[in-house]
């Protein structure tokens, strides 16, 4: 069983890999391991991510890594047994996003992790040379694949742009909440605030580099935030979970003329915002989507400051325990933080 698709809601299958030699440009890699993230999840627990529905069966897992297997005809700079983190969008170069740069907005592309297009959680496969991006020795397969989220946390700071000695706040701690965390840190901001209400991830958002961990179902986040700051509020809300109100927390927490990113993909549709907030205090609000060309920074990041980034992944699990992973996350349960699939555990 080297494939997992997930086959209906909540559920996954296995069947046999039947993958055929890499076509001229594209290259075949044995995946090694595959984070789990956020928006696989929702795949899983809601059956949708954003306006995307789900079609079963599909393969899942877009943070990969590998070793290269075979090479297509005229592929060159790539050889068996390099060691590679793997790009899951596929553009097609000539629409008007990619032609002025923002290819993560492409209008005619695909994503491997998609209904369209399927993902990792899978012994091999073959895709587009330029999709692969060199490892470096002294990451591990499993810490490598940390790289994804980190680089869609440095396309989320083109937006929120941290500033040295700045005060920030993050809503949740999962991967990416903890990803930003750890990011903000590096970056020399004076004061980072989390707010979580699972207790051993407000403990691992600590460990990464938060100064204060707030429970919000405890305590009121915008009134702590307030009152520590002395009624100015933050620079900087980064909303790394769009639950629970969390977006409006996040506007009335930041200063006037601040800064509000929205990192999250929300599970609803259509989301209450309190315009009104926005207006009058002239905040900065911004989204993002993916990454864009942040791929080489971010392993060149995580290959400089691995300590500051890989205590998130507590557990790696088989590919024969991917359902078992899913509702791990889904109940936080045993302590998780990240998990990563490796297929041949």
């Given amino acids: 069983m080297s494939v997992a698709e997930l086959s209906a809601p909540h559920q996954f299958s296995f069947r046999e890999n039947d993958l ?49 297997l075979k090479t297509g005809a005229g592929v060159t700079g790539w050889s ?37 297009e399927p993902g990792f959680f899978r012994d091999r496969v073959n895709l587009p040379a330029v999709s692969l991006i060199p490892l470096p020795a002294n990451l591990s397969f499993a810490e490598a694949t940390i790289w994804e989220p980190l680089g869609i946390i440095l396309h989320s700071f083109r937006f929120a742009a941290p500033q040295l000695g700045e005060t920030a706040a993050v809503f949740g701690a999962g991967p990416i909440g903890l990803t930003t965390i750890a990011a903000l840190k590096l970056a020399g901001l004076s004061r980072i605030w989390c707010i979580e209400p699972v207790a051993h991830r407000r ?43 969390s977006i409006n927390q996040a506007l009335r927490m930041t200063r006037t003329a601040g800064r509000v990113q929205v ?18 205090k002239e905040l900065n609000f911004y989204t993002s989507r993916r990454a864009n060309h942040t791929g080489h920074t971010a392993v060149e990041m995580l290959s400089k400051f691995p300590k500051q980034f890989t205590p998130m992944v507590t557990h790696q699990m088989g590919l024969n325990e991917v359902q078992q992973a899913f509702e791990m996350l889904e109940t936080y349960s045993d302590g998780v933080g990240k998990i990563v699939v490796v297929p041949e555990r």
């Avoid at 809601?46 to 990969?64: A, D, K, N």
């Avoid at 590679?84 to 290819?103: F, K, S």
């Avoid at 309190?274 to 009058?280: A, K, P, Q, T």
């Fill in 20 to 68: 055929p030699d890499p076509p001229p440009g594209r290259v075949q890699v044995r995946v090694e391991a595959v984070g789990i993230c956020g928006s696989d999840l929702h795949y899983f627990a809601e059956g949708h991510v954003g306006y995307t529905q789900v079609r079963y069966p599909m393969v899942l897992g877009h943070e990969p890594c590998g070793t290269v």
């Fill in 80 to 116: 068996a047994g390099d060691r590679v983190a793997l790009e899951a969008p596929i553009y097609c170069y000539h629409c008007e996003a990619c032609m002025t740069g923002r290819h993560n907005l492409c209008e005619n592309g695909t994503f491997m992790s998609s209904p369209e």
């Fill in 203 to 245: 403990e691992l958002a600590l460990a990464l580099g938060a100064d204060d961990a707030i429970d919000p179902h405890q305590a009121d986040p915008v009134a702590e935030v307030m009152a520590a700051t002395h009624k100015r509020g933050i620079d900087l809300a980064i909303d790394c979970a769009a639950k629970e109100n």
């Fill in 263 to 280: 990192t999250a993909v929300p599970s609803e549709i259509l989301v209450p915002i309190e315009f009104h907030v926005i207006r009058r």
